[in-house]
């Protein structure tokens, strides 16, 4: 479980080839000592597993797997040597819930279709799937990339969002442009609502 506040930005360091996937090494801030194997860390709103870390000098990594189903369904499959990636590490009882409940596993992909500067800050647009826009409504949670962002405003599977230039800063949304495409998570709660309205 994860919050959506962005606590590193890591970089692809290498992608090897599996049977049914691949295998990525990911450079961090994290001391990697403090990073159990089979820790949960949310990469760019993926939750994938840790099975190796280390050192390369002072800075450390971590190894993840990514299925073929998940390069399907997510933007691994886009992600090359030298992707910066926003990273955060799983939810601890007694940590203080600063965005929104994020369970890092990805509904979709969405793009960007527009970025306007507004002042310090930034707006962007999106297109969601058709599937996934019910979910989104406006002034409600949203994951994108793994970042917890307020909706805007929406029209079907259109919807915006705006940045504060911290957000812009600590992210990797500061170097986003129209075209990106984006891992996105549509609020929980928003699912099992839709869910429970459509039970007997």
């Not at 596993?105 to 799937?129: C, K, N, Q, T």
């Not at 940045?163 to 812009?168: A, D, E, G, R, T």
């Not at 500061?174 to 075209?179: E, F, L, T, Y």
């Amino acid at each position: 479980m994860f919050t959506g506040i962005i606590s590193d930005i890591g970089t692809v360091r290498s992608i090897s080839a599996l049977e049914a996937g691949i295998r990525i090494r990911i450079g961090t801030h994290y001391d990697p000592d403090t990073i159990a194997l089979g820790a949960s860390i949310a990469c760019s709103g993926a939750c994938l597993t840790v099975i190796e870390t280390g050192r390369n000098g002072v800075s450390g990594y971590f190894d993840v797997e990514a299925s073929s189903e998940t390069l399907v369904r997510t933007t691994l499959g886009d992600w090359t040597e030298g992707t910066e990636l926003n990273l955060e590490r799983a939810l601890r009882a007694g940590d203080e819930l600063g965005g929104h409940i994020v369970t890092g596993h990805v509904d979709g992909v969405a793009s960007i279709l527009a970025r306007a500067e507004e002042g310090d800050m930034a707006r962007f647009e999106f297109e969601a799937p058709p599937a996934l826009g019910r979910y989104i409504a406006e002034k409600g949670s949203i994951a994108l990339d793994g970042t917890s962002l307020t909706v805007n405003g929406v029209n079907g599977s259109r919807f915006s969002v705006m940045l504060i230039p911290h957000s812009l800063d600590v992210t990797t949304w500061g170097s986003r442009r129209a075209g990106d495409r984006v891992n996105l998570e549509v609020d929980l709660f928003a699912r099992y609502l839709d869910r429970l309205s459509q039970s007997d």
